[in-house]
């Protein structure tokens, strides 16, 4: 049992290319979402799903798309990176009483 | 609209000291209400949870907080300090509705001092 697991954990892009991040969770969770964690920020909500082949915007959704195909899975893609994307991402999945996340990947976006 | 206001975003206590990390939320319905710890480099871990049963809440690492609904806050505390507390808090509101979606405070990082 591997709770939510993240690939990558680090990457580095350059302005204008594209990524795609993987979250994976074997909990059978119906609920996904992906945050973005900024310094003095908190957790922003990016994006998230309530089941598989639905998504809804978050809080921040500007710059970011997302795929919900398999219940398991939940992408996050860039299209074309910006700086202000530079970020620690987290993805989460469980029900209203406890969310369980992912170890995070840092991205860097020069 | 749901909002978490973390009074303090650097606090610092002595080892063996009380802990007290504030949280004040913002809510139309009744809230669920979360304590977080993040650890350097790592993900977020659930320290504790209320979801409308006792209003005193235990979590992990001897870590409680209490639901005041009077006073809109959720703090957490901790009677003693240990180096190992050292870490950054987040407090955080959901409410039923909202699809379980998570708003977080800006977060506390505590430091324990010798």
């Known amino acids: 049992n591997a709770g939510v697991t993240q690939t990558p954990k680090f990457r580095v892009l350059k302005t204008g290319q594209s990524m795609t991040l993987l979250c994976a969770q074997d909990?059978?969770?119906?609920?996904m979402y992906w945050y973005r964690q900024d310094p003095g920020m908190g957790l922003r909500l990016i994006h998230y799903?309530?089941?598989?082949?639905?998504?809804a915007k978050g809080e921040v959704p500007d710059g970011y798309n997302v795929s919900r195909l398999k219940k398991q899975n939940f992408l996050l893609g860039l299209e074309s990176a910006a700086p202000s994307q530079t970020s620690v991402y987290f993805c989460?999945?469980?029900?209203?009483?406890?969310?369980?996340f992912g170890p995070g990947t840092r991205l860097t976006v020069l | 609209a749901q909002s978490v206001t973390q009074l303090g975003s650097h606090v610092s206590v002595s080892e063996g000291a009380l802990v007290l990390l504030r949280c004040n939320y913002s809510?139309?319905?009744?809230?669920?209400l979360f304590w977080y710890v993040q650890y350097p480099n790592q993900g977020l871990q659930l320290l504790l949870k209320?979801?409308?049963?006792?209003?005193l809440v235990k979590g992990i690492n001897g870590f409680e907080a209490e639901f005041k609904k009077s006073e809109t806050s959720f703090h957490l505390t901790k009677p003693s300090a240990h180096m190992s507390d050292a870490a950054e808090y987040f407090c955080?509101?959901?409410?039923?509705?909202?699809?379980?979606?998570?708003?977080f405070g800006t977060g506390t990082r505590l430091q324990v001092t010798l």
């Open positions: 809510s139309s319905v009744p809230p669920y």
């Open positions: 799903s309530v089941g598989e082949g639905t998504t």
């Open positions: 909990m059978n969770h119906e609920y």
């Open positions: 209320y979801t409308s049963a006792a209003t």
């Open positions: 989460a999945s469980g029900p209203y009483n406890e969310q369980f």
């Open positions: 955080a509101v959901t409410t039923t509705g909202t699809a379980s979606k998570l708003t």
